[in-house]
């Protein structure tokens, strides 16, 4: 569903060339998003998806280069916090990342700084906590209020990172496969929840290996290999067998029922 917002730039990245460590995983990359169009970048492991977010989130820069441009919101000078907050991210790495003592509210608190846990010279106002409060009851998390992160199951994390992410009421929900790790009855509860999010006007952007995690709403899916794109379209054209077999390199069936799609072996 596209929101009233749809049609600003959200991302523009021109003539990318991104490395990590000595792996140069983008070389000239260039990939455009719309704030309301949800979009999945589908790619095997490896094919810098994960990069491609770190690129958004200031964690790794392109290589300078007067061919290069990228645009936030629309902006060529960003500051990286206010970009954060603006883009509500959740990856596996924040999941490792986070402090096992921190409590299920003030993760979600933490969202607000984009920190991973609160610290004292943070405030915040009784507002704040209140939205806090209402995201954990919203995100079926709210007997974790006080439980340590550590002492959750994988999928009470992912709940409560997500909620981290949706408190400061971001452009856009950012996240890094989403449902890996989690039991069925999680994978569509927290599928669910996103998709309860993007139908109240939030932009998903999903990079994930999984097909089967690409909710109904998705319109554009990006194929990305070895940090190449190898198809950029509307879903339907792009997810075809002889494309998941090409981009996997292995024989794909796909079967698709009430929007949902899923790969079988070949
Ligand atoms: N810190 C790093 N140092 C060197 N190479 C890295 C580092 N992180 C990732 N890479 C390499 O960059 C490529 C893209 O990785 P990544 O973006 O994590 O892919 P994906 O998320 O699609 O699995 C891979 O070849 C990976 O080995
Ligand atoms: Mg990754």
């Known amino acids: ?35 309301g169009e949800h979009v999945a970048i589908l790619g095997p492991n490896g094919a810098g998806k994960s990069t491609f977010l770190k690129l958004l989130a200031g964690e790794v820069h392109p290589v300078p280069n007067d061919a290069t441009n990228i645009r936030l919101f629309g902006e060529e000078q960003w500051n990286v916090w206010d970009v954060r907050k603006r883009l509500g991210m959740v990856s596996h790495e924040l999941q490792h990342q986070y402090m096992d003592q921190v409590t299920g509210l003030k993760v979600i608190l933490s969202g607000f700084y984009a920190s991973i846990g609160i610290y004292s010279h943070q405030d915040f106002s ?119 077999s090409q981009l996997f390199d292995c024989p794909v069936t796909l079967v698709q029922a009430n929007g949902w799609y899923q790969a079988l072996p070949g």
Request: charged share 25%.
């Open 1 to 35: 569903m596209r929101n009233d917002q749809a049609g600003s730039p959200l991302i523009e990245i021109q003539r990318a060339t991104v490395y990590r460590g000595d792996t140069c995983v983008f070389t000239d990359f260039s990939l455009s998003l719309q704030e």
């Open 126 to 244: 009784y507002a704040q906590v209140a939205m806090a409060d209402k995201m954990l009851e919203e995100m079926g998390a709210g007997s974790l209020k006080d439980r340590r992160f550590g002492a959750m199951s994988t999928g009470e994390q992912r709940r409560c990172l997500l909620g981290r992410a949706l408190v400061h009421d971001p452009t856009a929900l950012v996240l890094d496969e989403p449902t890996s790790g989690l039991d069925l009855t999680a994978t569509f509860h927290y599928l669910d929840l996103v998709r309860a999010h993007m139908q109240k006007g939030k932009t998903l952007l999903l990079v994930t290996h999984h097909i089967h995690e690409i909710p109904p709403e998705v319109e554009r899916v990006v194929l990305l290999k070895q940090g190449k794109t190898l198809q950029d379209g509307e879903k339907r054209a792009v997810l075809t067998e002889a494309n998941l």
